[in-house]
């Protein structure tokens, strides 16, 4: 009984998790014949929608995609600042950005310095900063 | 270094690159979440362009049936109406009547134009309006005859070749120059000067007078806002009465026929056809090569088929005798000034019409005109033309350009932030002898061009939201009902897919509802939506105390259609109509809108809008009293 009650509201929430994503890959898929640009995986350049729908499904089903933690990305900008500035210089910024990790391009560097740099100090008080993106995306 | 050393070396490596990692990772998916939103707020603002534009439709079909009932109504519609059909059998304009008329004072201090007109003229008015100067009613009037004159003795299409030295340039929507035209330098402007922003009167100006300059070099299509209807609804008209408060109705005049004898579009090497919307699987350039353009007056106003009485019946109405020739029906007579049916849709198809990646020929149900054309109508109209490739515009891309159709439809869209400041970036295309068309983009921003991306993002948001939310508020009677509806237990909440629903299909708007919900209404920590709370910021302002808020809201709703029927109406563009007029088209209005409005309501409103009792209604007063007001902000006009 519990577990039919179960599968019913998954399968409650898997429509309408199904709704939303159609929803919006409609509103990237110009062209209208159920494809988005993507720079990965297929050769022809496009995701199909129907390749999109399940493996979108499992990530909002397994919560993969939640924004990351306030605490958390503190404690990463403290592991690049050892010794506890408060703050990362430009250069200290761009060499970790762009020579660890997964690389930024240089049009993602170059965005992200444009909000998280203060002119004056030419660098990044990342306490100050993480808190300002907080507010902007709520 | 020893073992403990390399041991440490290695794990701060390690935190290093997991910290990397993390803030990458981090920022990447914000920046995902901003294109979204980036990508959303485009998506509202387009989707309610084109359901405006579908609301054409409704006018058009409104129009079809006011002139067709003609003959029931009673003795008082009849002049109404047969004054509206007037404009459709309107004489030749003679020059000496306007201009002549017009006497430039000494005391003007703006722009003077000599002709003929040469680039020293050119100059003349970009530096004038730099500063904001208005060019005097004699000279617009005198440009619009000249161009006028030009304009009759070029063919539908006007064909250009590239060669080795010759470059032509295409821009979708005027914006920006990149060296003057000449012979070498060829431009094509591919429709649409009009009808944003307010400085229409002067772009059209600095263009018209460059193609009197350089008639072989640039050249002009006409696009879906060359239409003196269109100009009404999107504000150009506005903006020309505005400027030019005692000539304004005589410009109108001319530039309506100016925009009739507009080519319809460029043949560029025999090979390339640049049009202002695209095609339709029975476009057909021989038909479009011999049509009488300057007959197509406006999207609004199809041809009609009418009996010999009726068309009798009207001759006399307007002339106050019969007016009939020799050897020729008067039903004859009226159809040779109008385009036929399949004429009128094949120019309807090339200024109004989308590609789309569906292949077939689908009615553009968005815009209300027009079609969606297919890959394959691509190929089978390109192939019975001989032609190669489509150059039209006619929609904001967010990179300012598109290739669709396999490389055989490009659309070129110049007006970059098109709805908003950083909502979409404008581009031209250069085209050279035996290479593939170049893309050179842009994004003209003031100062707001430092802002990080995120505030742009914020900033179009928030417009895009408003506009929605204004959309919400004229519908609000039906989407309450909606709501209601689905609501059994009358607690004031339903499940977010419900509202969603009721969303969509009540708006009409084919947005991502559940992603948007939380800018347009409050949720609960159990999913489900409080519908009401989107009213609780936003409501119109009452301009009289004692009007219902339904006819309220019905007012507010079809403002933009009341707008262009008073207009049309008032013939003599006074600002006023009678009270008798704005019974009669109410009552029609009525019927055929479908409104809930009963006879008396509309009569106590005509008479609380004759405000010094004088038997006639200012009407733009009274439009303009329907404003929104939103909470948290200064009360502000809503654009109309």
Known sequence: MAEEKDREGTEAIVAEFHKKIKDAFEVFDHETNNTVDVEEEEPTGYIRYEKFLPVMTRALLERKYRPIAEDVLLRAFEVLDPAKRGFLTKEELVKYMTEEGEPFSQEEMEEMLSAAIDP??????????????????? | MDCGDSLKYLVNLANTLK?????????????????ARQHYALAIFQSIEYADEQGQMQLSNFFSFMLENY????????????RLF????????????????????????????????????IDLLLRAFKQQQILHAHYVLEVLFEARKVLKQMPNFTRIKTSPSKEITICGKFQRRNGLPSENNPYVFNGDFVDRGNNSMEILMILLVSFLVYPTDLHLNRGNHEDFMMNLRYGFTKEILHKYKLHGRKILQILEEVYTWLPIGTIIDNEILVIHGGISESTDLNTLHKIQRNKMRSVLMPPMSINEEQAFDLRRNKAGSSTVLPGKTESEKFSSEQLTKHEWEQIIDVLWSDPRGRKGCYPNTSRGGGCYFGPDVTSKILSKNQL?????????????????????????????????????RGAYIRLSYGSTPQFFQYQVTSTSCLNPLHQRVSAMEFSAFKI???????????????????????????????????????????????SLSSHLV????????????????????????????????????????????????????SGLISMDEFRTMWKLFNTHYNVHIDDSQIDELACTMDFNKDGSIDFNEFLKAFYVVHKYEKPEKSSN
């Open chain 2, 86 to 121: 007037e404009n459709t059998m309107r004489e030749n304009k003679d020059r000496q009547d306007y201009v002549g008329l017009i006497e430039v004072p000494e005391s003007y201090d703006g722009p003077r134009l000599h002709f003929p007109l040469t680039f020293t003229d």
């Open chain 2, 19 to 35: 910290a990397a990692l993390v803030i990458q990772n981090w920022y990447r998916r914000y920046r995902a979440r901003l294109r």
């Open chain 1, 120 to 138: 004056e100090s030419n660098a990044i008080n990342y306490r100050d900063y993480i808190t300002m993106m907080v507010i902007d995306e709520n």
């Open chain 2, 71 to 82: 003959t029931k109504t009673c003795k008082e519609d009849s002049a109404l109406v047969s």
């Open chain 2, 522 to 573: 409050n949720i609960d920590h159990d999913g489900n939506v409080d519908y009401m709370s989107s009213f609780d910021d936003i409501h119109i302002e009452k301009p009289l105390k004692e009007i219902k808020s339904s006819l309220i809201e019905t007012l507010y709703r079809y403002r933009s259609d009341l707008k262009i029927i008073f207009n049309v109406i008032d013939t003599d563009h």
């Open chain 2, 388 to 424: 190669k490739m489509i150059i039209r515009s006619h929609e904001c891309k967010p990179d300012g350009y598109e290739i669709c159709h396999d490389g055989k439809v490009i659309t070129v869209f110049s007006a970059s932030n098109y709805y908003e400041e950083g909502s979409n």
């Open chain 2, 468 to 514: 929605l939310k204004e959309r919400m508020l004229s519908r609000k009677t039906d989407l309450i009902n909606a709501f209601q509806l689905r609501d059994y237990s009358r607690s004031g909440r339903i499940s977010l897919a419900q509202w969603a629903f009721s969303m969509e299909s009540i708006l009409g708007l084919n947005l991502p509802w559940r």
